[in-house]
């Protein structure tokens, strides 16, 4: 059975950085999307960033591009997502997630990833 382990999230200041992981179990091979996603309280689902099998083919959302670099590290199964210059509207649960049917996903929803991590709360403080 598939699991995905996010870690890393707190509290921190506006301009902080802060670096999360995401621990992928129980998958024997690497040949799999992943991405990142939040959720704000009373605020829908939203994607954050994605890449590909092989880490190099990435994508952000226009409210963190610049600020936010995705990496996969395939010898240890994690994938990191290192965030700068956070801001209040950065403040929400992150997830990690895998569709594990391709290799990259140009959708961007929730409903196109398969497996999900629990998620850690990121909060930023003005």
């Known amino acids: 059975q598939v699991q995905l382990i996010e870690s890393g999230g707190g509290l921190v200041q506006a301009g902080d950085s802060l670096s999360l992981s995401c621990a992928v179990r129980?998958?024997?091979?690497?040949?799999?999307?992943i991405a990142w996603f939040r959720q704000a309280p009373g605020k829908e689902r939203e994607f954050v960033a994605v890449a590909d099998w092989t880490g190099l083919k990435t994508e952000y959302a226009a409210s963190v591009k610049g600020r936010v670099t995705m990496f996969r590290d395939d010898a240890a199964n994690t994938v990191s997502l290192e965030m700068n210059s956070l801001r209040p509207e950065d403040t929400a649960v992150y997830y990690c997630?895998?569709?594990?049917?391709?290799?990259?996903?140009?959708?961007?929803?929730?409903?196109?990833?398969?497996?999900w991590g629990q998620g850690t709360q990121v909060t930023v403080s003005s």
């Open positions: 997630a895998t569709n594990l049917s391709c290799t990259y996903s140009a959708a961007l929803v929730p409903q196109a990833f398969d497996y």
């Open positions: 129980g998958r024997p091979n690497h040949r799999y999307a």
